[in-house]
């Protein structure tokens, strides 16, 4: 047992690093820019938004390709997720949680996107969205999403 203990007991230079990375302020939501928001999303265009429809352009960084230079799998369910979720978001109310997602990855991508989002329908606190994702120059279909939704109710008493 006093070996496991040992083993586990980070050294002076491993509780040195740890203290610094504590040291790093904390991420203010809403006030401050995130790096999941730097990373992930800087770069996406919203072009149109009508109520139960929301359409981007986003142009393929090099920072979220795979190895042959195309959108990365995890990229696309990340704009079907907040792509989807944009289109059915109200401000003012709690946020919406993803339940559920399916993605049928049909093609790849290396150039602009358009990104298209529709709202399919509500009950209660439930909410679903379609999303496309299509290359802008051809109209090829890249990717279709369905993203389930979910909005705690406001209380009636």
Do not use: W
């Amino acid at each position: 047992m006093e070996k496991v203990k040992q083993f586990l007991e980070p050294s002076q230079e491993e509780s040195e690093i740890v203290s610094r990375i504590l040291a790093i302020p904390s991420h203010r939501p809403g006030v401050d820019s995130s790096f999941y928001d730097d990373f992930a999303l800087r770069g996406i265009r919203v072009d149109r938004v009508e109520p139960g429809l929301v359409v981007c352009t986003f142009k393929v960084p090099p920072r979220l390709t795979d190895r042959n230079g195309r959108l990365a799998s995890g990229a696309i369910a990340n704009m079907v997720d907040v792509v989807g979720a944009s289109v059915v978001h109200a401000e003012g109310l709690p946020m919406n949680v993803s339940v559920d997602m399916s993605i049928s990855f049909l093609s790849t991508a290396k150039d602009e996107l358009e990104i298209t989002s529709r709202a399919l329908g509500q009950n209660g606190g439930y909410s679903g969205t379609s999303v496309l994702l299509k290359n802008k120059a051809t109209g090829e279909l890249i990717a279709e999403g369905r993203h389930s939704l979910f909005r705690k109710q406001a209380s009636k008493l």
